[in-house]
């Protein structure tokens, strides 16, 4: 299956089964670790082992072929939002390497097997093929974005693949289960808020608190940044609000002038964004470049440093909604937390990280408990009382979490400060 490698570093001998966490992986022309068809190659995740010493464990040490397990984790892992599925990836690794730090699973060992999906939801499909394709995959971890996750999931589904979302909050990703036309397993769940209460809440924060009632609306036009801008514009109006503007554009035109220039004159009391902080930095800074002075408030897809780095000065007191509670405010994640920060120093604990962790954490305690099973994880998904980082995670009859906390922060010294 090619070679045993370390982030596209190191090349050590042919791969075999020694006993080690897996990470199981491919690497496109010997770069950034992705998935590509056809070119395989292993890495794995060593937790305080010198390399020499790995590199004669893997020539010298190995043993008898043991049985492999492996959790799909597929994210957006190299394009404009690639640092959030690093982050998440990071935190995959993280759960799978304690839980083996406790020896839970006997007589087999599990692995990660990551996928790229650039974002793309064409990519995602074709990566949710190769995932099923796969028997030794039991579930995955992903997707990242709304767009990606609804129709990989339907793939899933078809192959009774259980699926947990660590981000993906469009309401239509576990509602889809409940129409008719859904004849396959109920197999989708995340640990995240949806959209339909962040818009809402975003709404009523617009209302309430900043007193205003005319908005302008922008969005990405992806099934998150779109689906999100509904909701906010369905709550707004239904509470006696006024929408002057709504409007997608496509991030990648960089330049929204002409867009910005019609909405300053259309004169809003706030502009509200619905997407990333690819589109969301570029919108607030070329928004306040136009003239546009008036509150932003963008969806939680922002909750980035990226976000401050693309958005520059203009982000000062701008309005960000977050699905949940981030990590550093949570008591239950505070071992996670320093767990983290000792185990990658130098990167920054992402938005998304305590959810990939909870995600990967709950489908590796369900492997110990019930076997690496897909039907059996299935069955055991809709049941669990999992206590982790995000504290208590449970889910209702759709696959959504029960926790339905909104955070709301304002840039304040160029600093997310939590207001509400």
């Known amino acids: 299956m090619g070679d045993m490698r370390t982030v596209g570093a190191h090349r050590c001998a042919p791969a075999m089964e020694c006993p080690s966490i897996g990470f199981y992986q491919t690497t496109i022309n010997g770069s950034v670790p992705v998935e590509s068809e056809g070119h395989r190659r292993i890495f794995r995740a060593h937790s305080g082992a010198p390399l020499h010493f790995l590199l004669a464990l893997s020539l010298f040490g ?9 959790v799909a984790v597929a994210l957006p892992l190299t394009g404009d939002i ?11 690794v993280l759960a799978l390497e304690d839980a083996n730090a406790q020896a839970k699973y006997k007589g087999f060992k599990v692995e990660i097997a990551l996928f790229d999906d650039r974002s793309d939801p ?17 579930a995955v971890v992903g997707h990242f974005n709304s767009g990606c996750s609804i129709p990989a999931s339907q793939v899933y589904a078809k192959a009774h693949l259980p699926m947990i979302s660590p981000a993906a909050s469009n309401p239509k990703l576990t509602l889809q289960q409940l129409e008719p036309g859904w004849i396959w397993p109920r197999n989708v769940f995340r640990v995240n808020t949806t959209d339909d209460v962040q818009g809402p809440y975003a709404a009523d924060f617009a209302l309430k608190n900043l007193k205003v009632r005319r908005a302008s609306i922008v969005h990405d036009k992806t099934a998150y940044g779109q689906g999100v801008a509904e909701e906010f514009r369905k709550r707004l109006e239904s509470s006696g609000g006024v929408v002057v503007s709504f409007d997608g554009i496509n ?4 330049d929204f002038n002409a867009l910005l220039t019609r909405i300053q004159e259309e004169k809003p009391q706030i502009l509200y964004w619905g997407g990333d902080y690819a589109g969301g930095g570029l919108v ?5 470049d136009a003239g546009i002075t008036v509150p932003v408030i963008l969806s939680e897809a922002n909750f980035d440093p990226e976000y401050l780095r693309v958005a520059g000065p203009a982000a000062e007191g701008t309005y960000i909604t977050f699905l949940g509670a981030p990590a550093s405010l949570l008591p239950s ?9 000792e185990r990658y ?30 039907e059996k994880i299935l069955a055991a998904l809709p ?20 926790n339905k906390t909104i955070t709301i922060y304002q840039i304040k010294n160029g600093k997310f400060e939590p207001i509400k």
Not at 62 to 70: A, F, L, S, Y
Not at 284 to 288: L, N
Request: positive net charge; contains cysteine.
């Open 345 to 374: 120093p130098n990167d920054e604990l992402k938005a998304y990280d305590h959810w990939g962790y909870e995600a990967m954490s709950i489908l590796l305690d369900l492997i110990h408990d019930v076997g690496p099973d897909r």
């Open 82 to 92: 690639a640092a959030l599925g690093q982050g998440l990836k990071r935190a995959c």
């Open 383 to 402: 049941k669990i009382k999992h206590e982790g980082v995000l504290g208590v995670t449970r889910f209702d009859e759709k696959g959504d979490t029960l």
């Open 122 to 138: 064409r990519e995602a499909v074709s990566v949710a093929n190769r995932i099923v394709s796969d028997p030794s995959v039991v």
């Open 284 to 288: 607030v800074r070329q928004a306040r």
């Open 251 to 254: 991030v990648a035109d960089k």
């Open 333 to 341: 994640a505070q071992a996670f937390v320093r767990r983290y920060a």
């Open 62 to 70: 190995c043993g008898p072929r043991e049985k492999v397990t492996r």
